[in-house]
């Protein structure tokens, strides 16, 4: 499906896929037909990736090197020239692993250049290829509700591409480029192994996994300091951290640089930012014994088909269900104030009989997963007996970063460099090392099914030459990550939840914050609402509803006294019902921070019908959301649920925030819903009635939303 030109909105969306043919599909509603597969050209001497929605081309002599990759829905060309297929620098020496010279302008590639270009006789060489299945890069070992469509491991293609040392005596050094094409969505990921098949060790002092010559976004003639727009091109790793966003907890990892080789670009300066290195800012320097394998990290390219936001936000999280699926699970959560067992019980009974599904002892709490004594664990493994014959689960909060040990344990920075919280312990240290352990032995022992991992590591180096995990500064970097991430690859084939806050989704974790600012829940109880929904319609640009948690604080939290405190809960019932639905009406989880969830029977109702009506809706609940209108406090707000793969295809919700019922006719674009003529729509339990759909997807729906409240229509 080839649109006019590239879509910045969704009305212009709807206007191409209206002048494409009859027979053509949007991946994003159906991708059945986009199944991805691996074709040779014997007569062209290529092989080409393909799944109907991008295509990449090698060329497999003199050397093997991208030459081609394509956007197939716009009908864009995403290369304009070739680069090698990877970097290594091994023991000191940089080699380039595939690639072909010779490119006379790299503004563009022609056909015609290609059978021109010559192999670099000091580059590695192309010595073959295999095909096969992607394969788990984790076991995933599924205990909770997941999104119904999730495939793990995903669906697809996978390609290795074999590469050797160009002289006699290195050739027992190889380099693999590994690639996976999944079905159903323009996304590939791409990583490196190298094999020392010798008999010495060696080191792998850095690499660059992937390099690409993409097309540059504009065309600006100055370099300014706000800087210039890159490619519209979606890149992450699974070696990111320190931020709750995919761009900035990458960008240690991924960078778009300008091309050296670009002579002919408008920049005056040639600063235009379209050549992709994605490549570790600091080391890895890991030695490999002869006969080991290095691996490095994933990374994970999609180009985007439109310019318009919500398009790219449903491809964004298209992507993370397809790469990371574990993130679709999102138990209902109560965060227990108290770890004393009284108040624990309190806590696992009223989830019970609220429908609550998971207890976790908070942070403040008195919890200590430090504590490794036998009567402790023991313990522990009693409540998580108990909270299991309850049909809930148990976990518990842990500090990592942002604390200090002491000067043999803690991070050692570079001279003017400080850690990311301030101050961090290392976790390659004898304390860090041992804290792992302790970790791995309370789930073992215990139970309990949660971690939420506070100060998880942020990437702070560490130049101590005397912890027993790193030999120094440049290694330091590697070494942590392998360390945590090994961890929790292992929570995730045992079935442990992770809350992690920082972008850990694609090695293992579950959820990350929203986005919040912590001391807006000491602000008056009708703000907290208002940034409750804020901070979801913001957050879900990028995330899934199940990616992100936010807070309820039932008790008082960072001041703001009782004017900020839902407690007594039967004496704050409507707040806490707007609280509670403005965040299941969103698919989104709450910390429900508190000692208990209802103090009366009318407050036990109230959370049993909430949680009723979710769960009875669940799974469009927890579909994609489209952007309606943002809370302002100035007249209704709402979104979108949208899912053409279920029975319900649509939810729309709707916020009143104003102290008077208000009457609005809505206009929601149903485009997303799969439904193309006819909508049977009806609101809350009501009768459905028949809607014709315009031309653009849109339909009016007339309503009456009562003071401060809500209300919702499903669509079929």
């Not at 590697?478 to 442990?496: D, N, S, T």
Request: with cysteine; glycine share 8%.
């Amino acid at each position: 499906m080839l649109f006019p030109s590239p879509c910045r909105t969704l009305s212009c969306l709807v206007l191409a896929l209206a002048t494409a043919s009859a027979n053509s599909a949007d991946w994003l509603i159906d991708d059945a037909p986009f199944v991805a597969k691996v074709t040779e050209n014997a007569e062209k001497h290529e092989i080409v990736l393909s799944n109907g929605l991008i295509k990449r081309t090698f060329r497999l002599v003199p050397n093997a090197a991208t030459v081609g990759f394509d956007n197939l829905v716009t009908g864009e060309a995403i290369l304009r020239g070739v680069k090698p297929e990877a970097l290594v620098e091994i023991d000191g020496v940089s080699y380039e692993v595939g690639g072909l010279k010779g490119q006379p302008n790299y503004a563009f590639l022609r056909p015609e250049w290609i059978d021109a270009l010559t192999a670099d006789p000091k580059a590695f060489q192309f010595v073959g290829y295999e095909v096969g299945k992607p394969r788990e890069r984790m076991a995933w070992k599924q205990v909770r509700h997941h999104a119904p469509d999730t495939t793990w491991p995903p669906k697809g293609v996978y390609l290795r591409m074999d590469y050797r040392m160009p002289t006699a005596q290195q050739r027992k050094i190889g380099v693999s480029v590994h690639y996976e094409l999944y079905d159903g969505i323009p996304a590939m990921s791409k990583w490196i192994t190298v094999k020392n098949g010798s008999d010495t060790p060696l080191v792998i002092n850095d690499f660059t996994s992937e390099i690409l010559a993409a097309v540059e976004r504009g065309s600006a003639v100055e370099a300014r300091s706000y800087g210039m727009p890159r490619p519209n091109i979606h890149v992450e790793t699974d070696y990111a951290f320190s931020s709750f966003t995919a761009d900035v907890a990458n960008h240690h990892v991924v960078r778009w640089d300008p091309d050296p080789e670009y002579l002919s670009q408008v920049n005056w300066s040639r600063l235009t930012p379209c050549l992709l290195h994605v490549s570790p800012e600091i080391g890895p320097e890991q030695e490999v014994a002869p006969g080991d394998t290095f691996t490095s990290f994933r990374t994970f390219v999609m180009p985007y088909d439109s310019y318009d936001r919500d398009r790219k936000g449903l491809a964004l999280r298209r992507l993370y269900r397809t790469i990371a699926p574990w993130v679709t699970e999102n138990p209902i959560m109560m965060h227990a104030r108290f770890a004393d067992w009284e108040r624990v019980k309190l806590a696992i009974d009223q989830s019970a009989e609220a429908g609550f599904e998971m207890v976790i002892l908070t942070f403040g709490s008195g919890f200590n997963i430090e504590d490794d004594s036998t009567e402790y664990l023991a313990k522990m493994k009693q409540y998580a007996d108990y909270a299991r014959e309850k049909g809930v689960e148990i976990g518990g909060y842990s500090l990592l970063a942002s604390r200090t040990i002491n000067k043999e344990n803690d991070v050692l920075m570079p001279e003017g460099k400080s850690p990311t919280f301030g101050h961090s312990p290392c976790l390659e240290s004898e304390w860090g090392q041992d804290y792992f352990r302790k970790l791995y032995q309370f789930y073992d022992k215990t139970g309990f099914s949660l971690l939420e991992h506070d100060g998880s590591y942020p990437g702070d180096v560490c130049a101590s030459t005397k912890h027993p995990g790193h030999t120094g500064l440049a290694d330091s970097r590697w070494k942590q990550f392998q360390r945590i991430k090994e961890f929790y690859l292992w929570c995730r084939g045992q079935g442990i939840y992770l809350n992690v806050p920082d972008y850990y989704y694609l090695a293992g974790s579950n959820k990350c914050g929203m986005g919040y600012r912590e001391v807006n829940w000491s602000l008056p109880r009708a703000e907290q609402v208002m940034h409750t929904r804020q901070n979801i319609y913001d957050g879900a640009w990028e995330k899934t509803g199940s990616m992100g948690w936010m807070f309820v604080p039932l008790t008082e939290y960072q001041g703001g006294g009782a004017a900020a405190t839902i407690e007594p809960l039967d004496e704050h019932l409507d707040h806490y019902e707007r609280m509670m639905m403005s965040n299941l009406a969103m698919g989104v989880q709450a910390c429900y921070r508190g000692p208990r969830l209802f103090d009366t029977e009318r407050t036990k109702a109230m959370v049993q019908r909430s949680v009723a009506w979710y769960k009875k809706y669940r799974d469009i609940l927890e579909s994609d959301m489209l952007h309606g209108r943002r809370a302002d406090g100035r007249d209704v707000d709402w979104m979108l649920h949208v899912n053409p793969k279920l029975k319900y295809k649509g939810m729309l919700v709707v916020f009143n925030p104003l102290t008077e019922a208000v009457t609005r006719t809505i206009k929601p674009n149903l485009y997303y819903t799969g439904l193309t003529v006819v909508a049977s729509i009806r609101q809350k339990e009501g009768v459905a009635k028949k809607y014709t759909l315009s031309r653009d997807y849109t339909v009016a729906l007339k309503m009456t939303v009562p003071a401060e409240g809500f209300t919702w229509f499903v669509i079929e």
